[in-house]
């Protein structure tokens, strides 16, 4: 399935890495500030192998909400079968076959027996290729300007039959996906299209969503001090203006 089928769709999304949050109050005032803002569903996952239990770690941020967990998967290792859907992510310019197929073939039962949602997602990283999630994966970064590549990459994603593209600039990273490759991702195909990785501010998710992503995830500025209302503050100034 795919995450929406309207063009002109615009959701914030919230990404909790289990290995970066406490199971106490801080977590679950962070749920409760994302209760009143009408958000689509919560990402929980990490690029990074977890060593959180991640069944126990969803089951504790249910018990504060009834909005959708949705898993943003590592390996098939990072499964839970409590979880209300998940990204199936293939990251299309890895080196590492785990990446690309293996993982997959490995979860496949578990994700059928579970009765999960799936959303079969194209997963394209840019930026540093010293970056962790680079490094970690043996992928080779797209380089922003490249149009002619970013679409070949879109293109072969759509062609295959993934339902969402999803546009990395990394974890942690100090930019966000440049608006010129948005542009081009949104010329390419009508598919959503989902953004993440370097997103800290109002102007920049504006941005982001005029140049015509549909999702936009955020995760560590949720961790930085005073990270949830600034978070709670974006999302709330979005949806004045639509």
């Known amino acids: 399935m795919r995450l929406t089928t309207e063009r002109e769709h615009k959701s914030i999304i919230p990404l909790i890495d289990p290995d970066k949050w406490e199971m106490n109050n801080k977590l679950s005032n962070l749920i409760k500030a994302i209760n009143n803002l009408d958000i ?12 959180t239990d991640l069944e126990a770690f969803i089951s504790y941020l249910k018990k504060d909400t009834k909005i959708p967990i949705v898993l943003f998967p590592s390996s098939h290792r990072t499964l839970a079968s409590n979880c209300n ?10 080196r590492d076959p785990k990446y690309l197929i293996e993982n997959h073939i490995k ?26 999630v680079a490094v970690h994966s ?15 990459y879109i293109l072969a994603a759509e062609y295959l039959g993934m339902e969402n593209i999803y546009l ?25 299209i989902v953004c993440g990785g370097g997103i800290k501010n109002y102007s920049s998710v504006k941005s982001i969503f005029n140049s015509g992503a549909n999702y936009i995830v955020i995760g560590n500025l949720l961790e ?10 974006i999302v709330r100034q979005i949806k004045r203006e639509n």
């Open 138 to 152: 043996n992928t080779e970064p797209l380089t922003y300007g490249n149009r002619e590549e970013i679409e070949s």
């Open 107 to 132: 979860s496949a039962k578990f994700i059928k027996n579970s009765g999960m949602d799936i959303y079969s997602t194209a997963y394209i990283l840019f930026g540093d290729k010293k970056s962790s």
């Open 40 to 51: 689509e569903f919560i990402l929980v996952g990490s690029s990074q192998p977890l060593k």
């Open 224 to 233: 930085e001090d005073g990270g949830t209302e600034k978070f709670r503050e």
């Open 168 to 192: 990395e600039a990394g974890s942690g990273s100090e930019t966000h996906i440049s608006l010129d490759t948005i542009k081009v991702a949104r010329k390419t195909t009508n598919l959503p």
């Open 85 to 94: 859907g998940i990204l199936f992510l293939s990251l299309l310019n890895s």
